[in-house]
């Protein structure tokens, strides 16, 4: 998690899973590949010998809105996703875990509550709501915990098994791809003053 879309190197996550699950002695269920959703990915999966569990970036239900968020990733539909991945925790018998960052006024509304609860019922998964952690020039804002805890609340009450996670690292920047260099104003010079060192018994003082 947290290094990019293990999809664009599959070959070599693939291995690292075969060999972590095998001679690492990782039990499959502790093994997390976590992705945006790639076609690729969802057709080797299965075919390992060491299956992974499943985390998948959602983050919107609506497709037009998914794409602005993550525009980078495969054009699937979000009822496509979460169909494959369903697929793939019965398959394993492990529940997928939907990855939903938290986005003060872009997908913390009513209408993706619903998407959510529409799109997740009778699924073998769980919903970890993530709230986003601010970073400065960006105009992504986090909502207030008590919508996150409505949110929450709303989807349990929908059959929903959900986790709102407690975010931290505020004062770092830290989050998936927010880790980054913070530019200080240089300090004025000081002027350092040194004193001269008596030369130690029997050595000669360097000029």
């Given amino acids: 998690m947290g290094m990019g879309e293990p999809a664009h190197n599959l070959d070599a996550v693939c291995e690292a899973i075969e060999l972590l699950g095998s001679a690492g002695g990782i039990a499959h269920k502790n093994l997390v590949f976590s992705t945006v959703g790639d076609a690729r990915a969802f057709a080797r ?57 938290l986005l003060d006024g872009v997908n913390d509304g009513d209408d993706e509550v619903e998407g959510i609860a529409r799109l997740l019922a009778g699924k073998y998964a769980v919903m970890n709501l993530i709230p986003f952690n601010a970073v400065e020039g960006s105009d992504f804002r986090r909502p207030g915990w008590e919508r996150a805890a409505q949110i929450a609340r709303a989807l349990h009450r929908r059959g929903i098994l959900t986790k ?17 260099a913070r ?12 004193l001269p060192r008596r030369p130690a018994s029997g050595m000669s003082a360097l000029a």
Avoid: M, N
Wanted: aromatic content about 6%; overall charge positive; glycine content about 4%.
């Fill in 45 to 101: 999966l299965p075919t390992l010998r060491a299956r992974p569990a499943l985390a998948l970036s959602l983050h919107s239900t609506f497709a037009d809105k998914r794409a602005q968020l993550l525009p980078r990733a495969p054009r699937i539909a979000p009822d496509e996703l979460v169909a494959q991945a369903e697929r793939y925790a019965r398959a394993t018998t492990y529940p997928v875990q939907f990855q939903w960052t």
């Fill in 164 to 180: 709102l996670r407690h975010s931290a690292g505020q004062d770092v920047d830290a989050g998936c791809g927010q880790l980054r």
């Fill in 183 to 194: 530019q200080h104003a240089a300090a004025a010079p000081q002027t350092v003053h040194v």
